[in-house]
Structure formats: structure tokens, C-alpha cells
């Protein structure tokens, strides 16, 4: 008897969202990372024990919406 062949399925098409995502992205932390050093002299001012949970806030609030952002550029949807 021959024995069977495993049945690929082709990749996808590429799509645009991919390029777009991800110029999108460096443009949004690039600004971001601006307002945020804008800001770096008023939080210096600060006593240290305020500075550390702010920039601990600022250094990872920018992950909030990169997951639904990834989700987009793989399949389209924001959910």
C-alpha cells in the first residue's frame, strides 16, 4: 500500500499589516519615549522614593496596548 502524503496547507498571503505595524510601532515608542524624557527633569526634582514607581509606571505602561497591537498585525482583528 503507499503510504500517504501530509497535507500542508500554503502559507497566507503577506499582508501590509506587518510593515505598517512595525513602522507604527517605532514611531509610537520613539514619541513616547519623547514625551517621556520631556518630562525627566520635572521627575528629577523629585525625591527618589517618588521617582522610582513613576519611571517603574512610565517604563512599562507603554505594554498596556502591544498585545492587542500584535494580535492586529497578525490577523486583523484588535481582539
Same mark, same amino acid.
Given at each position: 500500500? *503507499?503510504?500517504?502524503? =501530509?497535507?500542508?496547507? =500554503? %502559507?497566507? %498571503? =503577506?499582508?501590509w499589516r506587518k510593515p505598517v505595524g512595525i513602522l507604527a $510601532?517605532?514611531?509610537? $515608542?520613539?514619541i513616547y519615549g519623547g514625551i517621556v524624557m520631556g518630562l *525627566? &527633569? &520635572?521627575? *528629577?526634582?523629585l525625591p527618589v522614593l517618588v521617582q522610582v514607581p513613576i519611571y517603574l509606571v512610565l517604563g512599562t505602561i507603554?505594554? $498596556? =496596548? $502591544?498585545?492587542?497591537f500584535l494580535i492586529w498585525m497578525e490577523t486583523g482583528r484588535w481582539g
Open positions: 500500500m *503507499g503510504e500517504r502524503q =501530509p497535507h500542508f496547507n =500554503p %502559507p497566507p %498571503p =503577506p499582508t $510601532l517605532i514611531a509610537a $515608542l520613539a *525627566g &527633569e &520635572e521627575i *528629577g526634582r507603554w505594554l $498596556l =496596548p $502591544l498585545r492587542r
